[in-house]
Nanobody
Framework: QVQLVESGGKLVQAGGSLRLSCTAT??????????RAWFRQAPGKEREFVSA????????YYADFVKGRFTISRDSAKTTVFLQMNSLKPEDTAVYYC?????????????????WGQGTQVTVSS
């Protein structure tokens, strides 16, 4: 069973930065063949795509509203994926979820991902 655990969410002031982490674990598996993504969900809103990285690492994809502010990356073991968030705005307040899919691309549809974490809360104060 693949498990994804997010961390790093907290309360931050507008204009500040945060780095979220998502660590994948599963008995007997490696994650070098998994695409990874970040989504978010604000209260009363649907879950929306934030960023993704393909399983090969050669492609990344960002939602328009985070381009130039957020960066997705992963560690050399391809176990942990990061979301560096800069110039945060109050509208970035949401629960951030990471997702994974074996041999996936850097895609934006939630249905493209089989595995999900429980989420980490990011709150940006004005």
């Amino acid at each position: 069973q693949v498990q994804l655990v997010e961390s790093g969410g907290k309360l931050v002031q507008a204009g500040g930065s945060l780095r979220l982490s998502c660590t994948a674990t599963a008995s007997g598996r490696t994650f070098s063949t998994y695409s990874r993504a970040w989504f978010r969900q604000a209260p009363g809103k649907e879950r929306e795509f934030v960023s993704a990285i393909s399983w090969s690492g050669s492609n990344t994809y960002y939602a328009d509203f985070v381009k130039g502010r957020f960066t997705i990356s992963r560690d050399s073991a391809k176990t942990t994926v990061f979301l560096q968030m800069n110039s945060l705005k109050p509208e970035d307040t949401a629960v951030y979820y990471c997702a994974a899919q074996q041999y996936g691309g850097a895609t934006s549809a939630p249905t493209d991902y089989s595995y999900w974490g429980q989420g980490t809360q990011v709150t940006v104060s004005s």
